[in-house]
């Protein structure tokens, strides 16, 4: 390792993960969610894998995020589901990026980036289901639809799919699953009737966990993220059979021996009880070691485990070895599959009350991602 750290990603993890999908998908289609760098996993080679593992398609947050994929010459169909006004439409229709919309404003300014450049924009209408989020609600719905077929028969739009996200579906059994798979039924009748439903139109709703828990929200086409990474949805249900793709691991930086009673990090937090060995760990708050995990979170070191000994700093924080030999340079692992007795991304989310989700897409940019 010729940095102080380094995200490995096992790209045979992800395509293995997404072919895992595709079986529990029954013959929909998949469009892998890479938003967030691929959820911190390296935008490009993460896509790459997604589409050698089985996905057709692939999905980003904004159209920046699409853009770097065409730029990087990734042909597949990519939708940008999360539109603001002003965005370059343009530039998005040009590199074939297909665009969602939830309201009338950002269909009527995709219909004029398509009338600028002579392109056709292949557009999903979002409904929300009960997200709460995105998507037109019920009572917008129908006039969405109307405004896409007069665009569509201006010949400035195509509609190509139909869509809504869960609010609930790493909740097993939340009622607000059946409740926004009606909605979602409702709303793809009130498309059928506008005539905005062919065939052709690609229905989507399940993320992740629906697609491992919710066999109803199928449709054309499913959009795993989360899991196509290796990390579980519904974490409760177990781990599907996934491979954790991400290895974080940072070289020891400095380790020296001291006496008991040594104030450790910032604010003195931690206080040696005995004349110890310190190691010294080149990761901070500012690549994504939450401040939070102070005191909490540990990291595989010396082949034992180690809690972060005080304060995480900006771009280091401090393990207590005890008598346990430790060498500048010696490697330790924060998280990875668990193979070898390092804790999981799922230890470190489950230890600071928050999700793998964050876990992994928070790691900074000052970690290479190493494949
Ligand atoms: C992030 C996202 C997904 C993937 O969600 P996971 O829970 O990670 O599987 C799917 N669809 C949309 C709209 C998203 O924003």
Same mark, same amino acid.
């Given at each position: ?5 380094? $995200? ?76 603001? =006004? ?40 979002? $409904? ?13 719905? =129908? ?73 109803? $929200? ?74 939070? $995990? ?78």
């Amino acid at each position: 390792m010729a940095t102080p750290a380094e $995200a490995r990603v096992d790209l045979g993890a992800i395509r293995y993960n997404v072919a895992l999908l595709k079986e529990r998908a029954g013959g929909a289609e998949l469009m892998g969610a890479v938003k967030a760098d691929a959820y911190g996993h390296g935008l490009v080679p993460a896509a790459k894998a997604v589409l050698e593992g089985g996905a057709s398609r692939l999905g980003t947050a904004f159209v920046r995020e699409a853009l770097a994929l065409r730029e990087a010459g990734v042909t597949a169909p990519v939708l940008a589901w999360l539109l603001t =006004p002003g965005e370059p439409l343009e530039r998005a229709l040009l590199a074939d990026v297909e665009l969602s919309a939830s309201s009338v404003g950002l269909l009527d300014e995709i219909a004029a980036a398509a009338r600028a450049t002579g392109r056709t924009a292949g557009v999903h209408l979002e $409904a929300d289901s009960g997200m709460g989020r995105g998507g037109a609600p019920p009572t917008a719905w =129908p006039g969405l639809l109307a405004r896409a077929m007069e665009l569509r028969a201006e010949g400035v739009i195509e509609v190509v799919g139909l869509w809504s996200h869960f609010a609930c579906s790493d909740i097993p059994r939340h009622p607000a699953i059946e409740q926004q798979l009606e909605t979602f039924e409702t709303a793809l009748k009130l498309a059928e009737q506008a005539g905005a439903a062919g065939s052709h139109v690609i229905r989507h709703l399940a993320n992740s966990a629906a697609i491992l828990d919710v066999p109803a $929200a199928r449709f054309d086409l499913v959009r795993p993220g989360i899991a196509m990474y290796g990390l579980s949805p519904i974490p409760e249900l177990g781990d599907f059979g996934l491979r954790p793709a991400m290895t974080l691991v940072a070289k020891v930086a400095l380790v020296k021996r001291v006496p008991e009673g040594s104030g450790v990090s910032y604010g003195h937090l931690y206080v040696t009880d005995h004349e110890t060995t310190l190691g010294l760990i080149p990761l901070g708050y500012a690549d994504g070691i939450l401040r939070h $995990a102070t005191g909490r979170a540990e990291v595989l070191a010396g082949g034992r485990r180690r809690k972060i000994a005080g304060r995480v700093c900006m771009d280091q924080f401090v393990i207590d070895m005890g008598d346990d030999p430790l060498s500048p340079g010696d490697e330790v692992v924060l998280f990875g599959p668990g193979d070898q007795g390092e804790p999981t991304a799922q230890e470190w989310a489950d230890t600071l009350g928050t999700i793998t989700h964050e876990i992994v897409t928070r790691i900074g940019s000052r970690v290479p991602r190493v494949y």
